[in-house]
Each structure stands twice: as structure tokens, then as C-alpha cells.
């Protein structure tokens, strides 16, 4: 027998076309009540039933693009991102860090407990809720922080609660690792840099649900910003690395990195680039620059209007850049001693190039660390007077204070890095991600929410261009660095270290020098690279510029940015420094370059192998060469 039709059919057709926008009335109704207390601002608009079909293609879109990468890498070798994400690693770390600080006690947890009850009963009152509730208070929320800067971070209580409850234990645990007692500086150091890893990673900003701007952005597009953002991440998680700007916006030698000049000369470790006059006459001495081979050299030829290179030689400088080479298996067995070496070959090669008896010479970060151990080995064997100034660019000689970057530096973290190593050298990926943590905020979770979360085009920068252009590291030469100098600090210890057999003392280097700090430096912070004057022989000047660790030293007068102060009367500290400093605003540049011409202001025409590549001078390429491109 025939069952009796249903009252929502008939027996000629399925659902009744009433019915079913009822049903779809009622899913929208219930939609609405779900979303309605988590929308960022009143104004916001719940899903729209119609859209669910969108809704359902965007989820359908992300589960394939996992499922697509699971079967991708399985089987691979483990990805960069993951090793450095090693989950026993971090849980080990997480409950040192715990134990370090007083969370479990009894009396922490209830003043932890009676502060968020007062601080709630403050956000609701202005919400007019809760036993402190009032008419509406215009009056600013307790807390703020840029992060938290949108105006619907503060519309509804929920997302007002959420970030000042955050803010709140913030601030609780950021006191209690400072106060942490019974622990070595270093330890305690350690323990303060975790706390800030953690604090960072858990802002609400970072997370989907509990980030208003997320979820109106998601409810607007309907789950598409998801779906971009996983295609950006699944893009970093197969490269291993986070990108921070647009991978197909600059190109070396077209957009970046484009001033004028050859390669003219090249070692298995270096090229050795002169660039073009752009002055009828020049200065005697050239200038020769030795950029850190942890990063790319062009850091200083970023765009004409940033370059510094471009600038010096447009002053009159005759100017020679080494171009470091990305290590890879061949260099397995680099050390130290190889870069000095280097640096006294290129600075060789510079005279006989030109016929001249001394060079300038810069170094910037690690290559002006090992400019100073150069002149020292130069000065031990007699050839001092080949160089004829130096110049320091946030470099450091004396580690005890070298900043945030020194809590990753003990034996345990010494290990770690050793188990990366591959083929004799480290991946230049894990340096980039140790470099970004020292700005989490700034260089991470700004770029997970933007990137990720809100699905946002990259920018064009050419700044973070060139600090994701990684370059990998020779694992002889970071380990002994890392332990000498870092762990050890044995550079300052007279006759404690060799190069190619000849003790080296920092005491005996007399040559001119130009050191130049950045204020806000957490690389090299400024206060250790103030005790290179504590060592010198020689006559030194002292420049403290503004900004940190690249905005300090690329900062192009034409900018109008920040300022530098100098102090020439007698400083034994930087505080002492700090404290008799004339500010100047704008740029130091036009200093050092008046410094430069006070150390020898002859002037000659620029012609015959000035200029690089001309008649009867056989030059191997265009700048900037094929080692600031090899990976």
C-alpha cells in the first residue's frame, strides 16, 4: 500500500516552494542569533542565507587545498618550517619557561583573579552592564596597544573584554619574568625573551575568532579571505619561509639594486664589485665596503633613492663592494678565518687595482666585526697603513651586551643549530626566522593576520624584499662565531684568537675609524657597540643615529628621517655619550662623508680604471654579479 503523502508534499512534486523558503527563513533566523553576539560592531551583517552555497564552495575550497598538501609532502623530507616547529622542542621550552615564573602559586593566581574581576567590572560599566553599569562613557578603555587600534576592538563589550583581559596578563607576565629571581642574567634574560614569544603569539589579534576585523571581513566576503590566506600560507609552509611582500615585485639589476658598475674580480667565496663615477673628479682613496654575508649586500643599493652606494659614489668616492656567496656544500669547510682573509685580499686588490697605497673601508654587522679583527691582524704583521679609515656599521667586537640575540645563544640552542646543518651549511631560512622573532609583532604575527587571516595582497617593499632574500650560513664558521665571540666573548680578550696562525689584539689598532650606532638597535644594541671606543688605539668618532639596525644606517639625507647626535667631548660611556650629545637632525651621511675628506682630501680625475670596463680593462659582468643571486 501506498504511503499517504506528507502535509509538506503532494503526490505530483517535492517540497512546497512556501515551505522551503520558510525553512530557509528559519535557518537565516537561527544564523543571525548564532553570529549576532560575536558581530564586531551592530551595523554588521549576519550571513545571508543565500549565500550559504558560497559559503559551502569556500569550505570546500580549503579542505582541498589541504588535503592536496598533505598528499604533497607525504613522504618528503620534513619541511624547514616544521623542524623549526619541532612540538617536543617548544613544550620543553614552554614548561622551563612556566616553572621560571610564579603562575601556580596560590596567591599569583588570585591577585591575577581579583585584577580581572576589577578590570571587567570597569569594561562592562562603560557598556552600561554589570554592577558598575552607567549611561554610555565615552571614556577611553584602560589599555591600549596599536594592534588593538580599530575601533571594533572597543564597539562590543565581547572584543573589548577579550583584548583588555589580554593586555592585562600582558603586563602581569611581562613583571613577573622581570622580577624573576635566582636565575643567571643570561637565564633570566632568556626567560624575559620567552615571555615576550608567548605574550605575542597569544594576542587575539591572531586568531580568527576572537579578531573582529577578521570576522567582519570574512562575514563581507563570504569565507574567500580564508581561502586566500591559506593559499598565501600553504605557499610559505611549502617554501619554509614567511613572506612578507610581493615575490614577483623586484628583480635584481632592474628594480633594486641597480647602480652602475662591474664585477671585477671573483673568488669561490666572493665577487668583488666596483661601481661607475658618476663625478668628473674623485677622491684618491676608494672606498671598499664589506657587507655581512648573513644578508644580501644590496641593502645598500635598495633603490637609487635609498642607496647608499648610489650616494657615496654621486660624493666623489670611488667605491668597491665584496659580494659574499651563499654557502652551499662546497663551502663546507669556510671558517672564520677565510672572511678575514678575504677582507685583507680584497682590500689588496683595491690598491693594485687602482695604483693607490690605502683604501677605506667599511664594514656593516658581522663584516664590521671582522673588519676589526682584520686591522688587527694587519696591524700584528706590519700592513696597518694599508687601510687608510674605517668604518663601523652597527657592529659589535665585545658580546657581553649583545641583545636579544644573545638569548639564543647557549649550548643547548648551539646543539639545535647543529642538527639543521645540512651538506656543511645552514640553511639561511632558520637565521631568517631567528631574526624575525626578535621583532614578533613587526616581522611575524602583523604578517600572519594580514597575510593569512585577512587574505590580503602583498605589498611591493623592497626593504622586506631583501630580508626574505636569505642566504645560508658555512656551519663551521656560525658554530665557532657563535661560540667564540657570542658565548666566550674571546675578541676582547688580547692574543685569545687566531687568523691563519697570528694572535689577534684589538688594543693595537690605531687606524681612524667612524663607528655608527642605532638608537632602537636589538641586533647590535647601542650600548655594545659603544665598547669598540674602549678598545681602539687610534682616533675614533662616535655617531649614535636614530632608528635601529637598518633604518639607521639607510637612511638617505634626501629622506628628512630621524636624527644623530655626536658628542666629541671626552665619553667614557655611553651614557656619559648620551648625556653632552649635540642632536642634528636628518641623516648622518653628510658627516661621515665630511669625515671621509678629513682623512685625506685629494681629488683626481676620474678616468682609466675608475671606470670599470672601459678600454683594455676586462671585467667579468654587470653589477650586482651572479652571487647576490644564487640561493
Not at 132 to 137: E, G, T, V
Not at 282 to 311: E, G, Q, T
Request: glycine share 6%; charged share 20%.
Amino acid at each position: 500500500m501506498a504511503e499517504p503523502a506528507s502535509p509538506t508534499q503532494t503526490p505530483d512534486s517535492p517540497l512546497d516552494g512556501a515551505v522551503i523558503e520558510d525553512l530557509m527563513r528559519q535557518q537565516g533566523e537561527a544564523v543571525q542569533a548564532l553570529f549576532a553576539p560575536f558581530l564586531p560592531t551592530a551595523a554588521t551583517p549576519p550571513p545571508d542565507p543565500a549565500d550559504l552555497q558560497h559559503w559551502a564552495m569556500s569550505a570546500a575550497k580549503l579542505q582541498k587545498m589541504w588535503l592536496d598538501y598533505g598528499a604533497e609532502q607525504a613522504g618528503q623530507v620534513e619541511p624547514v618550517l616544521a623542524r623549526m616547529a619541532d612540538l617536543a622542542r617548544w613544550t620543553s621550552l614552554f614548561g622551563d619557561w612556566y616553572a621560571a615564573l610564579p603562575l601556580s602559586q596560590a596567591e599569583t593566581q588570585a591577585k591575577l583573579w581579583e585584577d580581572g574581576l576589577e578590570l571587567w567590572t570597569t569594561v562592562l560599566g562603560r557598556y552600561g552592564m554589570g554592577p558598575a553599569a552607567k549611561a554610555a562613557d565615552p571614556a577611553e578603555l584602560p589599555r591600549k596597544d596599536r594592534r588593538f587600534a580599530d575601533p571594533r576592538w572597543a564597539e562590543q563589550p565581547w572584543f573589548a573584554l577579550v583584548h583588555q583581559t589580554y593586555l592585562l596578563l600582558s603586563e602581569r607576565l611581562t613583571a613577573m619574568a622581570a622580577e624573576v629571581k635566582g636565575l643567571p642574567a643570561e637565564r633570566q634574560q632568556q626567560v624575559q625573551f620567552f615571555t615576550k614569544m608567548v605574550v605575542d603569539a597569544l594576542s587575539p589579534a591572531n586568531f580568527p575568532m576572537t579578531n573582529p576585523v577578521v570576522i567582519e571581513r570574512t562575514l563581507e566576503s563570504r569565507g574567500e579571505n580564508l581561502v586566500k590566506g591559506a593559499e598565501h600560507l600553504l605557499a610559505d609552509l611549502r617554501k619554509g619561509q614567511l613572506t612578507h611582500t610581493d615575490p614577483e615585485a623586484f628583480e635584481l639589476g632592474r628594480n633594486i639594486a641597480v647602480t652602475p658598475g662591474k664585477v671585477v674580480y671573483e673568488t669561490p667565496l666572493y665577487q668583488l664589485i666596483q661601481y661607475s663615477p658618476a663625478t668628473e673628479d674623485v677622491l684618491a682613496v676608494p672606498l671598499l665596503i664589506f657587507p655581512p654575508w648573513i644578508n644580501r649586500f644590496y641593502i645598500l643599493d635598495l633603490n637609487p633613492k635609498k642607496s647608499f652606494i648610489r650616494w657615496a659614489v654621486e660624493q666623489g668616492v670611488t667605491v668597491f663592494v665584496v659580494s659574499w656567496k651563499s654557502a652551499d656544500a662546497s663551502m663546507a669547510d669556510i671558517v672564520w678565518d677565510d672572511y678575514v682573509l678575504a677582507q685583507v685580499e680584497a682590500i689588496d686588490l683595491v690598491r693594485e687595482r687602482l695604483g693607490v697605497p690605502q683604501t677605506h673601508t667599511i664594514g656593516y654587522c658581522v663584516a664590521g666585526t671582522t673588519l676589526a679583527a682584520t686591522l688587527a691582524l694587519m696591524a700584528r704583521r706590519g700592513e696597518a697603513d694599508k687601510v687608510r679609515s674605517a668604518t663601523f656599521f652597527t657592529a659589535q667586537v665585545d658580546f657581553e651586551k649583545a641583545g636579544d640575540l644573545k638569548t639564543f645563544i647557549d649550548d643547548s640552542q648551539i646543539k639545535l643549530l647543529e642538527s639543521m646543518v645540512t651538506d656543511g651549511y645552514l640553511d639561511g631560512r632558520y637565521m631568517a626566522a631567528t631574526f624575525n622573532l626578535l621583532r614578533g609583532p613587526d616581522l611575524i604575527w602583523n604578517y600572519v593576520v594580514s597575510n593569512y587571516l585577512l587574505g590580503e595582497d602583498y605589498p611591493a617593499f623592497d626593504l622586506l624584499h631583501w630580508n626574505g632574500d636569505t642566504t645560508n650560513l658555512p656551519a663551521k664558521w656560525h658554530k665557532a662565531y657563535l661560540e667564540d665571540l657570542y658565548r666566550d666573548n674571546r675578541l676582547v680578550m688580547p692574543d685569545s684568537l687566531e687568523i691563519d696562525g697570528t694572535p689577534i689584539d684589538l688594543h693595537l689598532v690605531a687606524t681612524p675609524c667612524y663607528i655608527q650606532a642605532g638608537r632602537e638597535d636589538h641586533i647590535a644594541p647601542a650600548e655594545s657597540v659603544w665598547k669598540l671606543t674602549r678598545l681602539l688605539s687610534g682616533p675614533w668618532r662616535f655617531v649614535l643615529a636614530g632608528s635601529g639596525h637598518i633604518a639607521g644606517v639607510v637612511n638617505p639625507p634626501d629622506a628628512g628621517k630621524y636624527q644623530y647626535w655626536r658628542n666629541d667631548g671626552p665619553a667614557t660611556t655611553l651614557s656619559e655619550f648620551v648625556a653632552g650629545a649635540r642632536e642634528t637632525k636628518g641623516s648622518w651621511w653628510p658627516d661621515w662623508i665630511e669625515w671621509i675628506r678629513m682623512q685625506d682630501s685629494t681629488t683626481i680625475p676620474a678616468k682609466g680604471k675608475r671606470v670599470p670596463g672601459g678600454r683594455g680593462d676586462p671585467v667579468i659582468e654587470d653589477a650586482p654579479g651572479r652571487y647576490v643571486k644564487t640561493r
